[in-house]
């Protein structure tokens, strides 16, 4: 049986989760009109995602791990996790992105657990 403050702790997962989703919908859409206007390039563009999924999968894993406060490095690491995997099955229904395992893929994983575990270690 799951007692009350295990739930509690999935709960605050979750809230992270969509907290990481609702920024990163909000970065992107400011990313996409200065993509219209200024017409960034394709260099610029991976650079900004690098750094938006590491920051904000780090932002996730500090409050993870402040919530959490033994092993906050494993929460941290949980939540940039569980961002990959819903990050994973958007993109597996999107009918017009070939899905397939290679070098990118993984690079994405390991930004995504790499900065909610930073995220949770600075907690």
């Known amino acids: 049986m799951i007692s009350a403050e295990q739930k509690n702790n999935i709960f605050y997962l979750f809230r992270c989760l969509i907290l990481s ?9 400011v990313l996409a009109l200065l993509l219209y206007k200024l017409s960034l390039g394709k260099g610029i563009l991976s650079g900004i995602l690098i750094v938006l999924y590491v920051a904000v999968n780090m932002l996730s894993g500090v409050l993870a791990g402040r919530h959490m406060k033994e092993k906050r490095y494993m929460w941290g690491l949980a939540v940039g996790s569980m961002y990959f995997a819903v990050l994973l099955l958007l993109t597996w229904f999107v009918p017009s ?12 994983f390991l930004l995504c657990a790499g900065g909610g575990m930073l995220g949770g270690m600075v907690s």
């Open 21 to 29: 989703y609702i920024i990163t919908f909000l970065i992107l859409a």
């Open 97 to 108: 992105v070939q899905f397939s395992l290679n070098s990118t893929l993984i690079t994405t």
